[in-house]
């Protein structure tokens, strides 16, 4: 060990109470330092992974027919696709549906709103994984999950059981809406009580994903919104919403069928005063009512097929076409109009308000989308309805509040996609942890100056004791800069010590706290893991803070290390105390 | 030729509003292997020359010169490489490192100018305790040891790296007579095995007759040139 650093060690042990106390001081700083952090660490991860990320995913992509609350993707192939071809596969977890929705459950005389969770696992490992780790059993079976002995197999939670007053292998009724707006009611049977890792799912009955859908009123190729897990969600996540959210361009809606033996093809208008404006400046009408036909229902037919067709306004016809899904679909129409077939649209075009078209569109997505003939440099072209709304991205959640509530007030069928992150989504809960971390830096800050505090006096007083000593080792030939070494190893040394203790001292504290249960249900409990505070060590954190605190033992250890230094070795040998 | 030269050299202090002329031209030769005293009254300025002869205290004016080389001309580290290579020191306190035991505190010098092997270190440090009479008390932390082993450990510390020039400043002053006498002897012997040159103060007339020269030193100057006592 070299010189410098024995005399530090020695002299350190010397003064051994002055400096137990500063080392304690240190200690109990870092200790605080290490434990908020972990438990700022440990409860966005509670948060994020177990609340948000179970509940939204780390990154969603949902589609909502027009007005409504719940979601439902017409194509879940195709939007599948998109996220499967953005994403690479080692970046991906898990995609899955998320399929949840309020309802009430009736027990035994106890009634109770819930959360209806569906749970989708593909594989069987990924079934144990999820039991294993979500949930603590307390009686019953997680096999009987997917079995067909019951209609409907839930898991419920303890506390579920005690407020519908139900046991195991009781019968639960649920009413929940279906997405096509009726009201299902089934008959759950409960097949096994279960504590979920976070108190915060508590109110949620778990379900098959399958059979949950089937509930739910989704068509097998249909689905709910779709969750991705993702490998490196922060460093990934947000990327691949931009990505995906180009992809999901909207097509133009278009729909090619026969009417009658004659091809036909069906065009859409926006529903909006300027789109009106532009139809009516460049269509011709020859019969019928231009304002009925402009209307939220209203429908014109080419001059040319209605000719071939020998139809008038007011007439009905029947379009036919085959959907994406091989089977033949029949809507009927009213003509309010008659237009002049022109190079704009065509000879076989019904022209449409995109309000009488895009609820039957979706639910019978047809199977040509792409061979419209109409082109982008038509005067038109700019007011076709697409096959959806694309809504924008959000940075946060105001944002996304916003955008919804914006959304909310134009009343309208279309169908509106949106790609989100759960860092935008639970950006209120990320600013929690910037708030926790906030408020921890300014705790530290208070520490740090009373460590400063204490290390300059220390230092202070050392030299002043030590001043002969000083003159000794300078007057026998230790040079300056070695003098100002002794003092600074000293406080580094000191304070490495220190910091390991702290972080020792801050693991037993955590270990302690970690161990007991909180019975609580309020907010609060959804910081909690198993009813207990969870902290989650975060090295990176520790050794910045670490580095932190050796710099400022550093910098204020150094000007009385160099005062010591530039003592003149006569001056510090005279030095009498 | 001298291995000490001092030449002209003044040292004044300012004290609030008056200055105090500690010395007041001090010439001084002093020949190499030399056991050289300076002797005088308290405040007559013995300290102040040592201190000056031992570059760690600058004479306001004159100059002098360590084995050739002009002292007053160097800057703070080359003075500092010259006191640890040439000059060793023993002081009337003893000033031994508290925290290392005997052992640590002769080798102190010898690890500050790491130029030595470790076995070079342990040959030298060992022979030097066993010249002082310490070998039983090597790991002996400084607090253990009387007034007299202190000062042992001081000489050995002052002589393990084999410098031209040891200065010591009233070395048996704390010191009851009988240590006085057996320290002086070492120093004199040392003087004499080694070919050291021993530069030492005192008030104290008793000590002089281990002295080889004298010089007389009182109210900052030399009263009379230096004489061969023996
Ligand atoms: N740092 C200083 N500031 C002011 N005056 C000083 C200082 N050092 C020494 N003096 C003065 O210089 C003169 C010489 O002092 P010095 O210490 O050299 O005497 P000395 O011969 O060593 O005395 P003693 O035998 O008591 O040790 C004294 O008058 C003293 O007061
Ligand atoms: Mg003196």
Redesign the interface.
């Given at each position: 060990m070299g010189?410098i650093l024995r005399?530090s060690i020695?002299?350190l042990?010397?003064q051994k109470k002055r400096n137990m106390f500063l080392g304690i001081g240190i200690a109990f700083g870092m200790m605080i330092l290490v434990i908020a952090n972990s438990f700022s660490t440990g409860m966005v991860d509670v948060l994020i992974q177990d609340v948000v990320s179970n509940a939204f995913g780390h990154l969603v992509v949902s589609g909502t027919p027009g007005n409504s609350f719940y979601a439902v993707i017409r194509d879940k192939e195709r939007i599948e696709g998109v996220i499967r071809e953005v994403i690479p596969p080692e970046d991906i977890v898990l995609i899955t549906e998320n399929l949840g929705v309020m309802g009430t459950a009736i027990g035994n005389g106890e009634s109770d709103n819930v959360f209806v969770v569906g749970v989708t696992t593909d594989t069987e490992e990924e079934k144990e994984a999820f039991f294993t780790d979500f949930f603590t059993l307390v009686e019953g079976d997680f096999a009987d999950f997917t079995s067909y002995d019951y209609e409907y197999p839930v898991i419920i939670s303890q506390e579920m059981g005690r407020s519908l007053n139900v046991g195991l292998h009781d019968v639960i009724r649920l009413r929940v809406p279906m997405v096509t707006g009726q009201i299902q009611a089934v008959r759950l049977t409960v097949i096994a009580i279960a504590n979920a890792n976070n108190s915060f799912m508590n109110i949620v009955l778990f379900l098959d994903g399958g059979r949950v859908k089937e509930l739910l009123g989704y068509r097998p190729w249909e689905s709910a919104a779709l969750q991705v897990t993702l490998r490196d969600p922060k460093r990934t996540a947000a990327h691949y919403a931009d990505l995906i959210h180009q992809q999901l361009h909207p097509e133009l809606l278009y729909v090619a069928g026969e009417i009658g033996g004659q091809t036909a093809q069906i065009l859409a208008f926006q529903n909006n005063l300027e789109a009106k404006e532009t139809v009516q400046d460049t269509i011709v009408i020859t019969t019928g009512d231009l304002e009925t036909a402009l209307a939220s229902n209203g429908v014109m037919m080419s001059e040319n097929l209605a000719q071939r067709l020998k139809l008038q306004p007011g007439d009905q016809f029947t379009f036919t076409y085959e959907t994406k899904f091989r089977e033949m679909y029949s809507e009927q129409f009213t003509i309010n109009a008659i237009f002049q077939s022109d190079s704009h649209l065509g000879d076989e075009v019904v022209f449409v308000n995109e309000e009488r078209i895009h609820t039957v569109y979706n639910r019978y997505l047809p199977l040509d989308t792409k061979s419209a003939s109409i082109t982008a440099d038509s005067v038109l072209y700019s007011i076709l309805a697409t096959e959806w709304k694309l809504l924008e991205r959000n940075a946060n959640a105001q944002e996304m509040m916003k955008q919804m509530r914006d959304e909310r007030r134009i009343r309208t069928t279309q169908t509106k996609f949106q790609v989100m992150t759960m860092y935008e989504g639970a950006s209120q809960i990320l600013q929690l942890e910037e708030a926790l971390n906030l408020i921890t830096i300014l705790a530290v800050l208070v520490l740090f100056f009373i460590i400063l505090i204490g290390v300059m006096n220390t230092l202070r007083m050392t030299v002043r004791e030590r001043t002969?000593?000083i003159?000794?080792?300078?007057?026998?030939?230790?040079?300056?800069r070695?003098v100002r070494r002794m003092f600074m190893y000293e406080t580094l040394v000191l304070t490495t010590l220190s910091c390991m203790a702290g972080v020792l001292i801050g693991i037993i504290v955590m270990r302690v706290l970690g161990t007991i249960e909180f019975d609580t249900n309020s907010v609060l409990s959804i910081i909690l893991k198993n009813k207990r505070l969870f902290f989650k060590l975060n090295p990176a954190a520790m050794l910045s803070n670490f580095i932190l605190i050796m710099c400022m033992a550093g910098v204020t250890a150094y000007f009385p290390a160099r005062r010591a230094a530039r003592l003149?070795?006569?001056e510090a040998?005279r030095h009498y105390e | 030729m001298s291995v000490i030269s001092v030449k002209r050299v003044e040292r004044d202090y300012p004290l609030g509003k008056t200055t105090v002329h500690a010395l007041r031209g001090v010439d001084l030769e002093i020949p190499e292997g030399s056991f050289f005293s300076i002797i005088g009254p308290s405040g007559s300025g013995k300290t102040t020359l040592l201190n000056i002869i031992g570059c760690i205290d600058n004479p306001t004016a004159g100059t002098v010169s360590i084995d050739g080389e002009e002292t007053t001309k160097l800057n703070d580290k080359q003075i500092t490489d010259l006191r640890l290579h040439k000059l060793g020191f023993i002081f009337q306190n003893f000033n031994l490192i508290p925290v290392l035991n005997v052992w640590e505190n002769v080798e102190f010098p010898l690890l500050l100018m790491k130029t030595h092997r470790k076995k070079e270190i342990k040959a030298r440090v060992e022979k030097l305790i066993a010249a002082v009479g310490l070998e039983q008390h090597a790991h002996h932390k400084p607090a253990e040891l009387s007034g007299g082993q202190r000062q042992r450990v001081a000489i050995a510390r002052a002589l393990v790296t084999n410098p031209k020039i040891i200065l010591a400043d009233e070395p048996t002053a704390n010191l009851d007579s009988e240590t006085s006498h057996s320290i002086l002897k070492l120093m004199r012997d040392l003087n004499e095995t080694e070919k050291t040159t021993f530069v030492f103060s005192t008030h104290d007339p008793d000590v002089l007759k281990y002295a080889k020269s004298i010089v007389q030193i009182k109210d900052g100057k030399l009263v009379h040139a230096e004489e061969e006592v023996i």
């Open positions: 010189l005399l020695r002299n042990l010397r002969r000593e003159g000794t080792v300078r007057a026998i030939g230790m040079q300056k070695d003149s070795a006569v040998l | -």
